[in-house]
């Protein structure tokens, strides 16, 4: 079955650096790869989707990387702020009609 | 946007008791799915439904089952809870299956005592 492994449990950054995520996955090439971020006690919000045939994407401070020989997906917040502090979770496209999701990568973003 | 409402924030249910957990989505979509989500084990697909009346087993249906007898309301329950079943519970859905972002609800806190 899939795996999927994102880079440490936690990750704590000052307020206006940037931070980087890394999602590794095993077994399959996906045709592409979601972000989402969730905040404590509620439920996975979606952020950005990567292609296969994409090499990157942005969306406002955020910037996603696919690389599929790597088997890899980065995922970039710039400047980053207190308000970004949250669980970010990656997750792979249906195979017998589920979504794996990794266990995510709790980011504090310290003042 | 899209709305899924899970019916209840928090509960608390006794060791053996049946559960209900509701789910309900207002955009017409054809996937729901039922997720449990507990540390260091991420989120964990219990059953999904891809019509009404239809359902398939996740990797971890074992004392759950599910109800959809309305394209909206997606159920989930537990027969006979158990402590092990205490965990967080996420409900979401999706406009149909392939290539499409899940919108998940806020999720129940279930703890079973």
């Known amino acids: 079955s899939q795996k999927i492994e994102q880079n440490s449990e936690a990750l704590n950054i000052q307020e206006g650096k940037t931070a980087t995520l890394t999602c590794n996955y095993t077994?399959?090439?996906?045709?592409?790869l979601q972000w989402y971020r969730q905040d404590p006690g509620r439920g996975p919000v979606f952020l950005l989707l990567i292609r296969e045939n994409e090499k990157e994407k942005r969306k406002e401070r955020l910037k996603v990387t696919f690389d599929t020989t790597l088997k890899q997906s980065l995922f970039h917040i710039t400047a980053s702020q207190p308000a970004d502090s949250a669980t970010y979770l990656c997750?792979?496209?249906?195979?017998?009609?589920?979504?794996?999701f990794g266990t995510g990568t709790s980011l504090t973003v310290i003042p | 946007d899209v709305k899924v409402t899970q019916s209840s924030r928090y509960l608390v249910k006794r060791t053996g008791e049946k559960v209900f957990l509701e789910c309900v989505q207002d955009m017409d979509h054809e996937n729901m799915f039922w997720y449990r989500q507990d540390p260091g084990l991420g989120l964990r697909l219990i059953y999904f439904?891809?019509?009404?009346?239809?359902?398939e087993k996740g990797d971890i249906p074992e004392g759950y089952s599910v109800s959809r007898e309305k394209k909206e309301r997606f159920s989930l329950i537990l027969e006979s809870a158990s402590t092990n079943q205490t965990s967080m519970y996420l409900c979401?859905?999706?406009?149909?299956?392939?290539?499409?972002?899940?919108?998940f609800g806020s999720g129940t806190q279930l703890s079973v005592l």
């Open positions: 439904s891809y019509d009404v009346k239809m359902k």
């Open positions: 077994n399959y090439s996906p045709a592409y």
């Open positions: 997750a792979l496209p249906p195979t017998g009609n589920q979504f794996y």
């Open positions: 979401a859905s999706s406009l149909y299956q392939g290539e499409e972002k899940l919108f």
